[in-house]
């Protein structure tokens, strides 16, 4: 179409910065740990509460958070949560206490929770299916590309001022950025530089939007909608595995650096850039999975080859993170990191089941449901590590996240089956 215009690109960027910063801020809590461990005296198993509080809410509220993207929409809803997780970090460079600390970690959990369901609920509205897959994993990398190239940065910033300076630095780019997408951001039937034929194209490809801009119904919410969502064998089998992916992902985000510093002996600031490798390695892995499923799409290859391969590929790949328990080089050992993450990354598409799988008029709870299971995953895995590394031997951690890997993968075979939408009478 001669006319079309691509403003559908310019949403996909701004989705991406919107992840980017969720990341900063849900994992900057890592970098800073170390330095917060010593200076408020943590142990590893009171730290494992600490890295595990922003996930109490971040799950609990996956459901009522979609339900808000449903009846709110996403333009206001995703500026106040922007706005009121970064002020909550910001916060988070003025505490002297460990309940304070698990306060706002609390308060960010919260605030982030309707983020990804309101990102898969963009994608779907701006974006024809044969291009999903290629734009959440162009969104979802950010989670990767930015703590790749922010880790040294972050790292950087506490060595100069100290973890508040980091934790203020970090909430004040969130409050900007906030501001920013409330006077941007206008869903496809409110943009006013988005041609028709834009329009024409994702809509006749399966883009779900709503072109009568003064006539759009938020769905209500139903107890025997979230029994639809919660009653499905093949729904099962994306939030199984999402909790599988989601704890893989969550040692690197969490427990990590401090792997690397106490369990591996490396230099802190060395150790900053050693954390970037893995997140370069996911960040590369999920980009390739994204475009190389889209593609198989586009040469009619069957959905349950062209999406589930991807991820079953990944979540396998993601068990060679055990192998790190038996080399000692950081080189080799970073290898395997970096192998794992790749693979955790190459299976990070699990969004687009949700788009895929999902009743038309349900996208937001079920992605709230599925993303639940993930942040439960966010809730368990660091304490769960924080026991196993109670006395500095992080092997048994691997092991760990090694054997829920292969759950994951398990549950894509096993539990998905057929790649077809939901029937509200299935």
């Known amino acids: ?123 779907t509205s701006w974006f024809p299916e044969k291009e999903r897959a290629s734009a959440i994993a162009t969104y979802t990398s950010g989670q990767f590309l930015g703590l790749a190239f922010l880790a040294p940065v972050l790292f950087f910033v506490e060595a100069k001022t100290g973890w508040r300076g980091l934790f203020f630095i970090t909430g004040i780019v969130g409050i900007i950025w906030g501001f920013i997408w409330y006077f941007l951001y206008r869903s496809p039937s409110q943009h006013k530089r988005v041609s028709n034929d834009e329009l024409k194209y994702i809509e006749e490809g399966g883009g779900v939007f709503n072109r009568d801009v003064n006539n759009v119904e938020r769905t209500k919410f139903k107890w025997s909608n979230l029994i639809i969502v919660l009653s499905q064998r093949k729904l099962w089998g994306i939030y199984i595995g999402q909790f599988c992916l989601g704890g893989a992902a969550s040692f690197f985000l969490t427990w990590f650096p401090k792997y690397l510093v106490d369990y591996r002996k490396m230099d802190f600031i060395q150790s900053g850039f050693y954390t970037a490798i893995p997140f370069i390695a996911a960040f590369t892995g999920i980009l390739l999975s994204g475009f190389l499923s889209d593609y198989l799409v586009r040469k009619n290859v069957s959905a349950a080859v062209a999406r589930k391969a991807p991820i079953i590929t990944g979540l396998l790949l993601s068990m060679s993170i055990v192998f790190a328990n038996y080399v000692t080089q950081p080189g080799i050992v970073i290898f395997f990191m970096a192998l794992a993450f790749f693979g955790n990354g190459f299976a990070s598409i699990t969004w687009v089941f949700v788009s895929l799988l999902a009743p038309k008029n349900l996208l937001g709870l079920t992605g709230g449901t599925f993303n639940l299971f993930g942040g439960l995953a966010s809730i368990t895995i660091p304490i769960v590590i924080g026991h196993l590394a109670e006395n500095g031997n992080f092997a048994p951690a691997l092991i760990f996240i090694s054997c829920l890997a292969l759950v994951g993968a398990m549950s894509y075979i096993f539990l998905v089956g057929k790649v077809e939408r939901v029937g509200i009478n299935e």
Do not use: H
Request: aromatic share 14%; hydrophobic share 50%; net charge positive.
């Open 1 to 123: 179409m001669k006319n079309q215009s691509k403003v559908r690109y310019g949403i996909l960027a701004m989705i991406f910065v919107n992840v980017v910063i969720n990341y900063m801020d849900r994992s900057n809590i890592s970098v800073a740990g170390l330095m917060v461990q010593k200076e408020l005296q943590f142990d590893n198993i009171k730290m494992g509460y600490v890295f595990s509080a922003f996930a109490w809410t971040y799950a609990s509220l996956q459901i009522p958070g979609s339900i808000l993207v449903d009846r709110i929409g996403t333009r206001i809803l995703y500026c106040i949560t922007l706005i009121g997780w970064s002020v909550a970090t910001f916060c988070l460079g003025l505490t002297y206490s460990f309940f304070t600390l698990i306060l706002l970690r609390v308060l960010i959990g919260a605030f982030e929770a309707p983020s990804y369901p309101m990102n898969n609920q963009i994608v």
